[in-house]
């Protein structure tokens, strides 16, 4: 027994120090991306050296693959957590309620951060393929939320859309919750879920969203078409592959053109996707300009202008560019692309203000609609990842509409 003892102690001790680089590990790869994490870095911030973390995970990959499993067994015991009532509704509260608790500790220092699953995919073989098979696992029992006896969704694809969408939610509220106390976690679940179940619209609303324009007019702008061309092939490598793992050879090499063609449009790498984001944020103004300078009721701009965006990620000048490079980019920099942001929610937070008072829309919170609004926008880029078989002319109604109308709509 008393061979056992040291034994049990030294086993605890390494697992509480492998718990403590993942934890440090999952930080840093947060914002610098799995590219940018060094063991070093680990190291440093949980006073080790580099060898010593080397006795815990062999290589950088190694480190990355384990962050990564560890935060999606996290969510599965969320999502394991909210599968027992048996009413849909009752569940999508219970999982949200659940995911904004373990947000209020992490914030809280009480909890290491979740890992952000977006850069999944700048991950090798066979790394990519171990963690995306455990994504896929979580994904399917999130998807079981909306299974009931009695509530069946007409086909998997609406139900993986709606997943999807769902995901999306919690994602991006890394970018506007911690503009709130802790404290106001309990009223922000109660307005995020009455958005998500119910939706925006109107009780007696219709879903008929009109055409602003020819979507491909959306990126029209100031820009030549040459480097419009060197943007899009950008955006697109970039939301592939992570903002790190988009060399300069591989955006080049899609073009077939030189480095040099590249740094004549881009003095560096930053600079290029700030023009990525700067192209996003031109296409949303314009969706939003042509929506309310057009006639009728809100609800008709609102769902025109989300319906319009969506699609334009399927379309030959899209996709806009996704919002998980702002971790790669420096501090200064990020923080200037996050008021863009901001300033595009705020404009779909005053259609949504300007929609209650006419009683085209429900009465929401403008904010938390317009946050939730730009997520769903955002994450229509990743949807062929989902369902590879979509076509543009369906994707309004199977991804924007359950934002706008409620992810219980029919």
């Not at 030959?316 to 420096?330: D, H, I, K, V, Y």
Request: proline letters at 4%; glycine letters at 4%.
């Amino acid at each position: 027994m008393d061979q056992e003892q040291p034994i049990s102690l030294s086993k605890h001790r390494f697992a509480r120090k492998k718990d403590a680089i993942i934890a440090a590990a999952t930080g840093i790869m947060n914002r610098r991306g799995i590219k940018g994490m060094t063991l070093a870095d680990v190291a440093a911030s949980v006073d080790l050296i580099t060898t010593s973390v080397t006795y815990y995970f062999r290589k950088k990959e190694d480190l990355a693959v384990a962050v990564l499993l560890r935060s999606i067994e996290r969510f599965d015991a969320l999502i394991a957590g909210a599968l027992g009532p048996a009413e849909p509704r009752d569940r999508l509260l219970a999982f949200l309620d659940r995911y904004l608790d373990l947000d209020a500790r992490i914030r809280d220092g009480e909890e290491a951060p979740l890992a952000i699953f977006s850069d999944i995919r700048s991950l090798n073989e066979p790394h990519q393929s171990t963690v995306m098979a455990a994504y896929r696992d979580l994904f399917r029992k999130i998807r079981s939320l909306f299974a009931a006896p009695h509530y069946e969704w007409p086909d998997r694809k609406i139900a993986t859309a709606r997943t999807h969408m769902l995901l999306e939610q919690l994602y991006w509220t890394v970018t506007w919750l911690p503009r709130y106390d802790v404290d106001d976690y309990g009223r922000l679940r109660d307005r995020m879920f009455d958005i998500l179940a119910n939706g925006v619209a109107a009780e007696d609303a219709v879903w008929q969203p009109g055409r602003l324009a020819d979507l491909e007019h959306l990126a029209d702008g100031a820009r030549d078409s040459q480097n419009d061309t060197f943007l899009v092939a950008a955006t697109r490598l970039i939301n592939q592959r992570g903002y790190r793992g988009a060399s300069v050879e591989k955006i080049s090499a899609q073009l077939n053109v030189t480095k040099g063609s590249f740094y004549h449009h881009n003095e560096a790498k930053d600079d290029l996707v700030v023009a990525c984001f700067e192209r996003t944020f031109d296409v949303m103004r314009r969706a939003q300009r042509l929506a309310i300078d057009g006639r009728g009721p809100v609800w008709g701009k609102l769902s025109a202008a989300a319906s319009a965006l969506v699609e334009f990620q399927l379309c030959e000048r899209g996709p806009l560019l996704r919002t998980s490079a702002l971790a790669a980019l420096p501090e200064t920099i990020r923080q200037d692309m996050i008021e863009q942001f901001n300033r595009v929610s705020d404009r779909f937070a005053a259609m949504v203000s300007d929609g209650i008072a006419e009683r085209s829309l429900r009465a929401v919170d403008p904010f938390v609609a317009a946050q939730m609004i730009n997520a769903t926008l955002n994450g229509a880029a990743d949807l062929r990842l989902y369902l590879r078989d979509i076509d543009r002319p369906e994707i309004a109604a199977l991804y924007a509409k359950p934002m706008l109308m409620g992810i219980f709509s029919r």
